[in-house]
């Protein structure tokens, strides 16, 4: 088996193509799998690490907001998306994939175009719940489109060839005990709540949990884990001065939550923005959260996403440009008063959790490989 997998941009992208080719190369342990991604991207670093071939095109995306200098970088853009193309089509006829697969990215658009032109198999996968760009511009063309959830259906205007199978983890989350995850941190027994923004961190939460970690002083018996990302040490450290708080037995803050996933066993409830792969770890681990969206995410996706958890009783949607100290304190205040609400939005993420993703993306593809 033959396959190119294009993906690139964000995690959100390049983890469910990676977790799509591990589980390729498990069952076809001989299959030769060629990555495509935008040069110096994210992509780069992390599909090398991973072991397989990678081909760097270069690529730029289209800026919405039309200034004098955004209109030259769309000419470069599509200048970049032409030459990609001519690069594609000499790829695939080298490689004679049988199947080429996009999980998003603007390098995805190129590739899978030129795949469908010379009647290699065809798929992409949407890891959001509003579908990007590139899914929108490819789902008539592509032989299968595979689907977050239901409501990716909604945002386009032909479903006939469209599969919901959720979104694919690199490998099962190692759900833990609860009270076993708190010992491994360290954590004494008591409501525990993890707080992150992303890598680089994000100032309007970092200063809500500040005051949310006050009145946790106050009330006592609560532990929190909280990230402030690579941007945000030297405010939150104030921020705690200010305050008179200290880490301690019940509060770890920390640049970067490395072990994500006992942190998720260990939480109660988890303080997040809204991106494809956090909620579908928040779902495979059964946790209820309070989402606020990334604001500048493309086409507000986040925003959808966390829409998706906040429907169906799984999460608390709080926009980014409503989000106060006293916001976030009033959700938790009665989330903390009220275990059984918490319980059933922990319920409610569990139903909306895809436990076999993986399995059924990759059968669909073989499935697409043996018409």
């Known amino acids: 088996m033959r ?76 200048h970049y998306y032409i030459t990609a193309q001519g690069s594609a089509h000499k790829l ?7 199947i080429a697969i996009g999980t998003g990215g603007y390098v995805c658009a190129p590739v899978l175009a030129a795949a469908a032109q010379m009647g290699v ?57 609860r009270d076993d995850a708190r010992k491994k941190l360290g954590l004494p027994e008591g409501m525990t709540i993890v707080s992150f923004g992303g890598s680089l961190g994000a100032n309007k939460i970092t200063e809500a949990v500040a005051e949310l970690l006050k009145w946790e002083r106050e009330v006592g018996g609560i532990n929190h884990i909280h990230s402030y990302g690579g941007n945000g040490k030297d405010m939150f450290d104030g921020l705690l001065k200010a305050k008179g708080i200290e880490t301690g037995e019940r509060f770890i803050a920390k640049e970067y939550i490395d072990n994500m996933y006992t942190c998720l066993s260990a939480a109660d409830l988890i303080i997040s923005r809204a991106g494809a792969m956090t909620l579908t770890e928040l779902k495979a681990a059964g946790r209820a959260s309070i989402l606020i969206p990334f604001p500048q995410a493309a086409e507000n996706h986040q925003y959808y996403n966390a829409l998706t958890m906040s429907k169906n009783g799984a999460a608390i949607l709080i926009e980014d440009k409503d989000l106060t100290a006293e916001r976030l304190l009033t959700e938790v205040k009665a989330l903390y008063n009220d275990r059984g609400r918490l319980a059933g939005m922990e319920k409610a993420a569990a139903a909306l959790n ?8 990759v059968g669909n593809i073989l499935d697409l490989i043996k018409d």
């Open 92 to 98: 695939i006829k080298e490689f004679a994939p049988d």
């Open 3 to 78: 396959v190119i997998l294009a993906a690139g941009g964000t995690a959100g992208h390049i983890n469910p193509a990676l977790a799509i080719a591990d589980k390729i190369k498990q069952l076809f342990p001989d299959a030769a799998i060629k990555f495509v991604g935008a040069q110096g991207g994210m992509e780069e670093k992390l599909v090398r690490k991973a072991g397989y071939d990678f081909t760097a095109f270069r690529m730029a995306g289209l800026q919405r907001k039309l200034t004098p200098e955004n209109i030259k970088r769309n000419i470069q853009a599509v």
């Open 354 to 361: 895809i436990p076999n993703a993986t399995d059924l993306v």
């Open 121 to 177: 198999k065809t798929a992409v996968h949407e890891s959001n719940s509003l579908p990007g760009m590139t899914t929108t511009m490819l789902a008539h063309r592509v032989d299968k489109v595979l689907c977050a959830n239901e409501d990716v259906l909604t945002h386009l205007k032909h479903t006939e060839n469209c599969v919901v199978t959720g979104n694919p983890l690199r490998s099962n989350i190692p759900i833990e005990d």
